[in-house]
């Protein structure tokens, strides 16, 4: 799989705008967010009877539109490492959460893939319909041991069929700097189905924060880590190996935003 890398060459430190510009920058990008997401999925919703690929290359239209829209009015941009890493073949993706924007980046970047979610995201009008018809995992986050093994019916069924599947291990957004427990899902299913793991680590929350308005301009980092095997070994020892990828890419990540 052929990818790009570096985007820009500025630093990763947000940089610091005045309160009436930030505000201004963000509403407008809020504006544009909004419009193009009632657009794409009532036009995902309206062609539910094209192809699973169509409906999804429609998702990724609407990603890249507001990624770069982010870019135009928040001067959020993105810089890339290890995309040689990514391959040509089905895996399971592992990822950190920090932010929106990881779901708008890898939605784009990465080939069709079936996101693990929270079924509430499914009721919301337009979008949850939209989102259904591109075949996630919609799991209830409370239910435990069931979503779990939903996770793995499913997700096998999505990685025979060629379709990717990507898991944010600590189930919701963090800030940065934080850090949660690393669920089991994505490993066991990874040791039941014999598939690879790619993990993934950014620093998304630096510019764009869990419940936050307000958008700060800047580079954000993302590092793709090598393909973790997963053939013969247990699923303590994938997340422990997954969890310490992603935790020491974040350390690293953080070291060179410092300024």
């Known amino acids: ?62 990603s890249r539109f507001n ?24 895996v399971i993706v592992m990822a950190k959460h920090q932010s929106t924007w990881e779901t708008l980046f890898l939605n784009q970047y990465l080939p069709p893939t079936a996101w693990v979610v929270k079924r509430e995201l499914l009721w919301l009008p337009f979008f949850g319909w939209a989102l259904a018809l591109v075949r996630p995992i919609a799991i209830n986050r409370q239910s435990g041991a069931s979503a779990v093994k939903q996770v793995l019916r499913q997700g096998i069924e999505h990685l025979r069929q060629g379709q990717w599947v990507l898991i944010f291990p600590e189930g919701t957004r963090v800030a940065p700097g934080a850090r949660r427990r690393y669920g089991m899902g994505g490993a066991m299913l990874a040791a039941h189905s014999g598939y690879p793991i790619l993990p993934v680590a950014h620093n998304a929350g630096e510019c764009w924060p869990r419940g936050v308005f307000l958008k700060r301009p800047g580079t954000i980092r993302v590092a793709f880590g090598p393909l973790i095997a997963s053939e013969g070994r247990s699923p303590q020892e994938l997340n422990r190996q997954v969890e310490e990828w992603i935790e020491g890419a974040m350390k690293r990540l953080g070291a060179d935003s410092a300024p």
């Open 67 to 90: 990624l770069w829209w982010l870019r135009a009015t928040c001067r959020i941009d993105y810089r890339l490492s290890g995309a040689e890493h990514i391959p040509d073949r089905t």
């Open 1 to 62: 799989m052929t990818v790009p890398t570096d985007r820009s060459s500025a630093r990763t430190t947000p940089s610091r705008l005045p309160m009436p510009n930030l505000l201004l920058r963000s509403l407008l990008f809020s504006l544009g967010m909004l419009a193009s997401t009632g657009i794409v999925a009532s036009l995902v919703v309206l062609c539910f009877f094209l192809p699973f690929h169509q409906r999804y290359r429609l998702t990724q239209c609407w």
